[in-house]
């Protein structure tokens, strides 16, 4: 959620910038209406506008089709009077990555078509231009890659680097001096020269300002060192979490399963240790594609210790039971999950695989039947370890989604929001 507000943010940076290179005088306070620009109509009108097939065009903000720019717009060599711009409500986000294991984001946006056209007036060497321009490029992608980083004094700050394509460019200048003409003539020389750095430069390090605003904001100076990646040192915290929060071990309620033939299984003080060697296997990484978030989490823990009470009662037979503890030398697992943007809809559990090591368990209960328990339990499991667990892991996965199925991914979002807006008033209040 929380990227596709900053996206949205990036949008509006990225329309300012324009406009601030497009002139003063673009009223983007129109654009965004009456309401005020609360993160709750940021994201509503987000969830609205991922809801449709094909979402397109500028979210959040109204922009006219076209737009028009009373004024002058200065660019690096030209000067443009009164010009239109068009073609923004086919605007596409093809998708985001975002990749914590190399702590870098990539994000494509595409543009069937672009034109831009007014008066304009270039000076030159030994005469000036003046005329009418009509430009109109074709096919263009803008993909933005943010690679994160360490930097010297051990935050984590954004290196952003932007790339703008097109498949086709039509320039038809009137008024033309012929060395204009012979840079105009070469449609590549005009975009690199004119175009390119009218848009790029100045959003680049918007962006990067802003995105490393947003870091130090959130992060609150906390420094990282540069010899684990920031991942691994948040998964490092949640470990610490677990440890505070007096997670080690974790108890489980107590089991009963019953059997056929009226043989009942009574699980009781059931205990494991372990949890807080939790850390990152290989992937950490989410993808929108088509307006659902895809995302992969790969975790993993060491050894983990478990113990339990067991007894075994059946209608004709005497009761036994003893106490059993294992030890399991691995777990890795892989979560597959994915959210669609309109978060009105739950989320789906696509995968869940879990690995086990080797477990061994041992038994010291009372006679003969607990050498039986530890000799089942260990010879037939660990033979058949993954044959359990492909068992087990549809039951896991349909027990997750029914519990996917009762999120209101929308109302946390939304009871989130409200706690935030009212955490600053009340800060507000405190300082006023
Ligand atoms: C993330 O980066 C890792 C390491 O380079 C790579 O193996 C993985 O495929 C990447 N994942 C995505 C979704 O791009
Ligand atoms: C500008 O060029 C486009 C395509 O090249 C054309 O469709 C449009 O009519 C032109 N506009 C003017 C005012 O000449
Ligand atoms: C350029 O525009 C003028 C009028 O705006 C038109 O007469 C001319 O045909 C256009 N040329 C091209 C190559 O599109
Ligand atoms: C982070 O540190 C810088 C420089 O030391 C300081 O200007 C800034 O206010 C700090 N930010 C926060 C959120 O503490
Ligand atoms: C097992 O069977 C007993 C007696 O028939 C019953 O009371 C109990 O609820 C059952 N437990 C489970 C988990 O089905």
């Known amino acids: ?93 093809e998708y985001v990555n975002v990749n914590l294991t190399t702590l870098s984001a990539e994000a494509k946006i595409s543009l069937p078509w672009f034109n831009f056209q007014g008066d304009y007036e270039w000076p030159g060497y030994f005469s000036n231009s003046e005329g009418f321009a009509n430009i109109t490029i074709v096919g263009i992608e803008v993909s933005l890659d943010l690679f994160f980083g360490i930097d010297d004094v051990g935050l984590l700050s954004v290196n952003p680097k932007m790339t703008l394509e097109y498949g086709d460019m039509n320039l038809n200048f009137t008024g033309l001096n012929y060395g204009h003409g012979v840079v105009v003539g070469a449609a590549g020389t005009f975009f690199s020269s004119v175009i390119q750095p009218l848009i790029i430069g100045k959003v680049q390090t918007k962006v990067q300002s802003l995105v490393n605003q947003g870091l130090e904001k959130r992060l609150q100076n906390v420094s990282f060192p540069d010899s684990i990646s920031p991942v691994d040192f948040a998964v490092a915290k949640l470990r610490m979490d677990f440890r505070e929060q007096g997670m080690e071990p974790v108890k489980v309620d107590d089991q009963e399963i019953n059997l056929t033939w009226g043989v009942t299984v009574q699980l009781q003080n059931i205990e494991l240790s372990g949890i807080t060697t939790l850390h990152r296997t290989h992937e950490i990484s989410a993808q929108f594609i088509d307006s659902v978030v895809y995302v992969t989490i790969q975790l993993g823990t060491q050894a983990m210790k478990g113990g339990v009470d067991w007894s075994l009662s059946a209608s004709l037979l005497p009761g036994v039971g003893g106490h059993l503890s294992l030890e399991l030398e691995s777990l890795a697992m892989t979560v597959e999950l994915q959210q669609p943007a309109d978060i009105r809809s739950p989320p789906t559990l696509r995968k869940i695989d879990v690995k086990l090591g080797n477990f061994a368990v041992r038994s010291n209960g009372d006679g003969t039947f607990d050498y039986l328990v530890e000799a089942l339990v260990n010879i037939l499991p660990n033979c058949f370890r993954n044959q359990i667990m492909d068992k087990v892991e549809p039951m896991i996965h349909q027990r997750v989604q029914k519990v996917f199925n009762r999120l209101d991914v929308y109302r946390m979002v939304m009871n989130r929001l409200a706690e935030k807006e009212q955490q600053q008033r009340e800060q507000t209040e405190a300082t006023a």
């Open 1 to 93: 959620m929380e990227g596709r507000i900053q996206l949205c943010v990036l949008v509006v940076v990225m329309l300012t910038a324009a406009g601030k290179v497009l002139g003063q005088s673009l009223d983007i306070k129109a654009w965004m209406g009456e309401e005020p620009m609360t993160p709750v109509r940021i994201v509503n009108d987000l969830v609205e506008y991922f809801s449709v097939r094909d979402p397109h065009g500028i979210p959040v903000l109204n922009v006219p089709e076209p737009i028009h720019i009373p004024g002058t717009v200065p660019t690096t060599q030209i000067m443009f009077y009164d010009p239109y711009i068009s073609g923004h409500s086919k605007l596409r986000l």
